[in-house]
């Protein structure tokens, strides 16, 4: 677990690095902003493809009673 962590935090480091900012400032763009943005977008996501099932059920459905 602890070479998980240490991977993990020099990805950041390089990351940091890689785009002038701090360690914190990382962090932050990581888990205040952007994985945030990306639970929300993939919710939305599964509940358009819940509907767009339901729909194609209903329409199976139809047909087949025909």
């Given at each position: 677990m602890n070479?998980i962590?240490?991977?993990c935090?020099?990805?950041?480091y390089f990351i940091a690095?890689?785009?002038s900012i701090?360690?914190k400032?990382v962090?932050v763009?990581i888990f205040?902003i952007?994985?945030p943005?990306?639970?929300?977008?993939?919710?939305?996501?599964?509940?358009?493809q819940?509907?767009?099932?339901?729909?194609?059920?209903?329409?199976?459905?139809?047909?087949?009673i025909?």
């Amino acid at each position: 677990m602890n070479l998980i962590f240490d991977l993990c935090v020099q990805a950041l480091y390089f990351i940091a690095d890689f785009f002038s900012i701090s360690y914190k400032e990382v962090n932050v763009w990581i888990f205040v902003i952007i994985q945030p943005l990306a639970f929300v977008f993939m919710i939305i996501t599964i509940l358009k493809q819940r509907k767009k099932i339901k729909g194609k059920k209903e329409e199976l459905q139809k047909l087949t009673i025909k």
